[in-house]
């Protein structure tokens, strides 16, 4: 069974319903070692905690099969902070695996003549950058609208369709007022 997101595996990772089923899953720890973590963080951190951390671990793995790959990111970092180090440890390698599957796009917002300009953009209606820079910018693989927004209120609709893996995809928009229609 592939417990952990790296990209080819052969069987999807499992997913856990519950703290039995997390000491099955970390089977490479001897489990006295990883009962005694989980008494210790339950006792000093309270069963909230406990909660957290089983959910955490849980949705994660949902999302990350569900391919909402900035959903199971936010998720494995509450269980990084949630969770006993025996699982934390699982969460963050599952972070490293879920980065690296991102895709990746450069934002560029230009006018009629190809010069940059400043922008807001969105995808798919929510607010990705309030403005452009030159960093690399994390989105979830699939089939997206990217709008740009000028200060000068011009705005410009681009579709692409992001792949698991993808990096540094140029996305331009070209802000500039539509062409005259000829009568």
């Known amino acids: 069974v592939n417990r952990g997101f790296a990209p080819g595996a052969a069987a999807a990772p499992r997913v856990v319903t519950s703290w039995t089923d997390m000491l099955g899953a970390r089977c490479r720890l001897p489990a006295v ?4 973590a989980l008494s210790l963080h339950a006792t ?4 909230a905690d406990k909660v957290r951390c089983t959910a955490a671990y849980e949705q994660s793995q949902e999302l990350r ?6 959903a199971a990111r936010s998720q494995l970092l ?3 902070q949630a969770c006993p180090k ?3 440890t699982d969460c963050t390698k599952w972070q490293a695996e879920v980065e ?3 895709p990746t ?3 560029r917002a230009v006018d009629a003549q190809g010069h940059p300009v400043p922008a807001r953009v969105y995808v798919d209606g929510t607010l990705l950058v309030d403005s452009i820079g030159d960093s690399a910018v994390a989105v979830d693989s699939g089939d997206h609208v990217f709008r740009f927004e000028g200060d000068s209120g011009m705005t410009t609709d681009v579709r692409a369709s992001l792949h698991g893996g993808e990096r540094a995809r140029v996305i331009e928009g070209v802000l500039a007022p539509p062409a005259p229609v000829a009568p």
Do not use: F
């Open 105 to 107: 796009v450069r934002l």
């Open 33 to 36: 070692g990883l009962l005694a």
């Open 65 to 70: 099969r569900q391919d909402k790959l900035s």
């Open 86 to 88: 025996a699982l934390a």
């Open 78 to 80: 509450l269980c990084e």
């Open 44 to 47: 000093g951190a309270g069963a």
């Open 100 to 102: 690296a599957l991102m």
